[in-house]
Each structure stands twice: as C-alpha cells, then as structure tokens.
C-alpha cells in the first residue's frame, strides 16, 4: 500500500509564486495541497485553485478560512504578504504545525516574532527558497573567507518592475553573510554611489538594485583585485526553482523538533 502525501496548507494561493507551488504539488510523489487561501476580500474565493494555475482541475478551492486549513495540514507554506504573517504564525503555533516562510520584506520586529514562535513550532524561514540560490550564498560565503580582504567587494540585484522591496532579500542575505563572515558591519555597505565623491573605502561594500521589464530575479556577488574578478550570479529562469525549493522544505519540516531553520539546513549544507 502506497505511502499518504503530506498535506501543505497554501498561504497566498492566488499569486505567482502560490500558483508555481501549486504547480509543482500537483506533479509531486511526495506532497499534496490540501489548501490554498487567499484574502477575505479576494476575486478569486471559491475559484479552483489548480484551474487558476493552469493546470487541470484539482478540486481544492481558494478560501479565506486560514485555521481550518492550517488544521488539515501537515506543514503550512505561507508566501502572502508581511501584513498577514502575524496571523498566520498565530495559528501555527496554535495548532503545532511547522511552516515555511517565504515572505521577504520583514520587519525587525516579525523577525523576533519568528523567533519567539520557533520555540514552539519548526518552522523555516528564507529570503529565497531556491536550491540554486542557496548554492549561491554557500559560494559567496567561501569566496568571502579566501579573497574577501583582498578585494573589492559588490552586489548586483535586478528583479522585475513589479517588485515592492528593494534590495531584495536575496541581496540583503548575501550582504549579511559577507558582514559576517568578514567582520564588518552595516557602516561599510554603500547602496548605489550618486553624491560620493571620494575615493572608494577597501572595506566597502556595494550594493546596486535593477528594476526593470520582467526579470524574475539575478543576483551576482562581485570581487575584484588588481589581476582578476570573480563573479558569482544566479539566474533564476522560471518561478518554480523557488516553488520546488518551498516544497522541499516543506516535506523536511514535518516531524522536526521546534527550531527556526534556514535552507542551509534543508539542504545539508
């Protein structure tokens, strides 16, 4: 007798990357959607959630119930907005379901808030889900521990026209990493140059945001001495890299043990 799927509730169902996780749980051996909620508010309530994500038909329609979702649920993917994180964390802890956090933009305050909540729930939380990506800021951070006294350092970040945070997590992620891993703090980082006129500091790090036309999201981490340049990019060239990511956590979430888990731990890196 085959295996039950783990059941993941949706948070965000109706959005590009709802729809992407949709996609990818619709063609999993391992998960199902079991939920996809959106908005009290929303065009899309009672719509079929895998009709809306252009696929065939999967008889789960978006609802705004978000408890009783959560209490179906093996594992819980939230990728709303920050306005609604403190709801769903609420409910989480209140049902002892782990969730995965894919919401960028947080403020400080929400980030202590997970923290106080990975007290009593799993949960794992990432600027950015892709396993790529994630490669990425293991590299940066190697790269950073061979050449980072020796170079200038920068980051390049360019997403699509609609996207509201700026840098993105993505980028804010692989700063903190070279700040840590460098010792050097928030004093050191440069967004953009217009107004400098001086010459550049060794320690700086410079960080330049793009937003234009439709790009879903590249990053390259930059270091540069008098003989050569080392560049580290990601390119991600359909949404689901970050979907399939999501799931993966998801499915190493259930059955863990209370803790705020990154990507690096899903990943075992």
């Not at 990493?177 to 004093?187: C, F, Q, S, V, W």
């Not at 006129?197 to 945001?209: M, S």
């Amino acid at each position: 007798m085959a295996a039950s799927k783990f059941k993941i509730a949706l948070i965000g169902g109706s959005g590009r990357m709802g729809r992407a996780i949709i996609t990818v749980l619709s063609a999993s051996s391992r998960s199902e959607l079991s939920s996809a909620v959106v908005g009290p508010g929303s065009v899309f309530l009672s719509m079929d959630s895998g009709l809306h994500s252009g696929i065939k038909q999967n008889g789960v329609s978006f609802s705004s119930e978000i408890e009783e979702a959560i209490k179906g649920a093996d594992c819980v993917i939230d990728f709303s907005t920050h306005q609604n994180l403190d709801a769903t964390l609420k409910a989480c802890i209140s049902l002892k379901k782990p969730v995965v956090i894919g919401i960028t933009g947080l403020t400080e305050l929400q980030k202590e808030f997970l923290k106080i909540a990975a007290k009593e729930i799993a949960i794992v939380y990432s600027p950015n889900m892709s396993i790529g990506v994630n490669l990425l800021f293991k590299l940066t951070e190697i790269a950073a521990k061979v050449m980072g006294e020796i170079s200038d350092i920068e980051i390049q970040d360019i997403h699509h026209r609609h996207k509201k945070d700026a840098p993105s997590g993505t980028a804010e992620k692989l700063k903190n990493i070279l700040l840590e891993t460098l010792g050097r703090t928030d004093k050191n980082v440069v967004h953009g140059r217009h107004g400098i006129l001086k010459e550049r500091d060794p320690k700086e790090i410079g960080i330049h945001t793009l937003r234009a036309g439709e790009v879903i999201g590249d990053h390259t981490v930059y270091f540069f001495t008098p003989e050569e340049r080392i560049e580290i990019t990601h390119k991600a060239q359909d949404r689901k890299t970050f979907a399939v990511g999501s799931v993966h956590a998801a499915e190493f979430l259930v059955g863990r043990n209370p803790g705020l888990y990154d990507m690096f731990a899903v990943l075992g890196l």
